[in-house]
């Protein structure tokens, strides 16, 4: 799997220095916690002790250092997921941590996705490729566990009901939920969990569904 | 039961007025060629064009082509509540409605999936007004399902029904993020099973438990 080891592109370049990396590292805490439009360049800076064009020389843009948040999560992201394939062979451990893995990253970033969704349109083109090809490559390792545990779906099947299932551990980025972090998260990974094993494009399997209960 | 949202039942209130007919008219007209076409690429004319109308005859019913676009979501959020009332009144049991409600918004959300892409992409960009009032509206929506869904699940606290609602809604809706290239009755299916075997086998337990139980379940599948 090669997540983010294609080299530099065009757009935002890679992180280079300590520096920079600092300032992603503080740019990503400050924006999860306190939201990316509440935060200016000048509180990124003052987290690191720096000046406002001290961080210009490393990012044009508060843009261009959200640009940067996100490759590092989804870098992330994808390091963590081999690390899984590598540590695990069991196809029911490896997807339920797997779920594990996609579902921590959903609440924990829950602040940054729904940035994502309002600005990805609006980023560079070069950069929107990049982060699209990044984020593509990640849940096509998450579509093959997938797979593996559901040898009777189809390529496209899995894949939509994969995406179904990121929908489902994202949800909580769309509205404040009173479940404490804890309780919630067992919730939707048990909810993702029974989605990946019950959901089927045969008719029969809606009803066999509702019939488990009844 | 209204298995096509799309089309409404009957007139209810203001049969005799042209105007608010014309007003629906476009409003239907809207949601449908935003659906096909997306937002972006439709403009007022194409729709002017659709009902018989010149852009400054419209424009006297929607000032703008985002007047419309709200008047749409408006009409969607509107829609899903009364179909859903409707299937909950004739549901002979909790478990019959919530099976009815997913089938109704899978439906639905299939059919208006360009329109949820674009209600998430623009709703940040409303006037305030509009936004307080649809994300009311959709609140009250929400409402609807949780009550069906404690119903169903007694174990659920309030708070774990409307996070397991929103979850459910999120597999629904999820045909708004990606084309899947399935057809639709396989897509319908899909998300429907999922969504309900996730309403009914979600628990706030830590997964070693669920993860024993759906090991047997799975081995004995």
Not at chain 1, 163 to 178: E, K, N, W
Request: with cysteine; charged share 25%.
């Amino acid at each position: 799997v090669t997540l983010m080891n294609d080299g530099p592109r065009t757009g935002t370049r890679r992180p280079t220095s300590a520096r920079r990396k600092e300032l992603v590292a503080a740019a990503a805490e400050l924006f999860s916690s306190r939201g990316y439009y509440s935060v200016t360049v000048n509180d990124v800076c003052r987290a690191l002790g720096l000046t406002g064009p001290a961080l210009y020389r490393h990012f044009p843009s508060k843009e261009a250092l959200l640009v940067a948040v996100f490759d590092q999560v989804i870098e992330r992201q994808g390091e963590r997921l081999r690390k899984l394939l590598a540590d695990r062979s069991d196809p029911i451990a490896v997807l339920e941590d797997m779920v594990r893995l996609h579902g921590e990253f959903a609440i924990s970033q829950r602040v940054n996705l729904n940035v994502w969704r309002r600005e990805f349109q609006n980023l560079p083109e070069a950069d929107r490729l990049r982060l699209r090809r990044a984020q593509r490559l990640y849940l096509d390792d998450c579509v093959d566990i997938v797979q593996k545990s559901r040898p009777d779906l189809g390529h496209a099947e899995a894949r939509a009901l994969f995406h179904g299932v990121t929908a489902l551990l994202q949800s909580p980025a769309d509205f404040a939920s009173g479940v404490t972090p804890e309780p919630l998260m067992h919730l939707l990974l048990s909810m993702a969990l029974a989605a990946i094993r019950k959901g089927s494009p045969a008719r029969a399997a809606v009803s066999g569904a509702r019939s488990v209960t009844d | 039961v209204p298995k096509q949202p799309n089309t409404r039942p009957e007139p209810r209130v203001r049969t005799r007025r042209r105007s608010s007919d014309r007003r629906q008219e476009l409003i239907d007209v809207a949601a449908r060629l935003f659906a096909s076409r997306g937002f972006y690429s439709v403009t007022v004319d194409d729709i002017g064009d659709a009902v018989g109308l010149t852009g400054p005859a419209l424009y006297r019913h929607f000032p703008s082509k985002e007047a419309l676009l709200v008047a749409v979501f408006d009409r969607l959020t509107e829609m899903w509540t009364e179909s859903i009332r409707a299937v909950v009144s004739e549901a002979p049991d909790s478990r019959s409605a919530l099976l009815a409600m997913v089938r109704v918004h899978a439906e639905s959300a299939i059919e208006h999936s360009e329109n949820l892409k674009v209600w998430r992409q623009e709703l940040h960009h409303l006037p305030e007004a509009d936004r307080s009032r649809l994300r009311r509206g959709h609140r009250l929506y929400v409402e609807e399902w949780v009550h069906v869904v404690q119903e169903c699940r007694p174990d659920f606290t309030d708070t774990e029904a409307r996070a397991a609602v929103h979850a459910a809604l999120g597999v629904l809706q999820s045909p708004s993020d990606f084309h899947s290239g399935l057809p639709v009755e396989a897509i319908k299916n899909l998300l429907m099973s999922m969504a309900l075997a996730a309403l009914e086998h979600g628990t706030t337990a830590p997964l070693a438990d669920s993860g024993n139980e759906s090991a047997a379940v799975r081995s004995s599948a």
